[in-house]
């Protein structure tokens, strides 16, 4: 079983939209948790940290749900230059490995 | 400021020849990690270097895999003999505290 588990989609919206992926986690002992864009061949990004009590940072917001066990990132308002893939990732054990999901593909078209 | 860097951006060689990888990470940043990417996959960790000091390499594959750090500065990942599960991107990230920040990768083909 993975330990971060992601859609790998593509969602595909059109600019002005409002998208929203989830991400779930299968070690409840995972302290951090992040969402990192990685544009094609490129390195991945840190977007945003997910914090309990859920973070906005411009069109972006981050929830964290540890009952349930997942995260999500809603994009507000989506421009072209948001389309990459999305990657989720949580933060777990004595070393604080990080866990990468496979990632989310968005396409954001005209 | 200067980001991590990783040398080469891409490496094609044959089976059961060497590669060795080196990263730079940022100035000051005592954790370096090294994951890698495969086709289709997530990106997985290797190792994790404190200064020059080994923390956790859980994640190196096997034995054909050599992480070093000396001086604790960049460090380079060897691999030999490359067998061809070894192609991926290979990336290296630093931090000094909890979000880890990823250098370009290195392509490695192994043919």
């Known amino acids: 079983r993975k330990e971060v588990e992601q859609d790998p989609g593509p969602f595909n919206v059109p600019e002005g939209a409002t998208v929203a992926f989830n991400c779930t986690y299968s070690?409840?002992?995972?302290?951090?948790f992040f969402w990192y864009r990685q544009d094609c061949r490129k390195e991945p990004k840190l977007l945003m940290s997910?914090?309990?009590s859920g973070n906005e940072d411009g069109r972006f917001t981050a929830q964290l749900n540890r009952a349930s066990q997942y995260i999500s990132l809603l994009i507000r308002d989506s421009k072209l230059s948001d389309s990459a893939t999305y990657l989720c990732?949580?933060?777990?054990?004595?070393?604080?490995?990080?866990?990468f999901g496979s990632g989310t593909k968005l396409n954001v078209k005209p | 400021e200067a980001g991590v860097t990783q040398f080469p951006s891409h490496s094609v060689i044959e089976k059961g020849q060497t590669v060795t990888l080196r990263c730079d990470p940022i100035?000051?940043?005592?954790?370096l990690y090294w994951y890698r990417r495969v086709m289709g996959k997530e990106i997985k960790f290797l190792l994790h270097?404190?200064?020059?000091?080994?923390?956790?390499e859980s994640g190196m594959p096997n034995n054909r895999f050599l992480a070093e750090r000396t001086g604790g500065t960049y460090s380079t990942l060897k691999v030999q003999p490359a067998e061809l599960e070894d192609s991926g991107v290979y990336f290296c990230?630093?931090?000094?505290?909890?979000?880890?920040?990823f250098g370009p990768g290195t392509r490695l083909t192994v043919l």
């Open positions: 990230a630093s931090s000094l505290g909890t979000a880890r920040f």
């Open positions: 070690n409840s002992a995972s302290q951090s």
């Open positions: 997910v914090y309990s």
């Open positions: 990732v949580a933060q777990a054990g004595n070393f604080n490995k990080f866990y």
């Open positions: 100035s000051g940043h005592d954790n």
């Open positions: 270097f404190v200064k020059e000091s080994k923390q956790d």
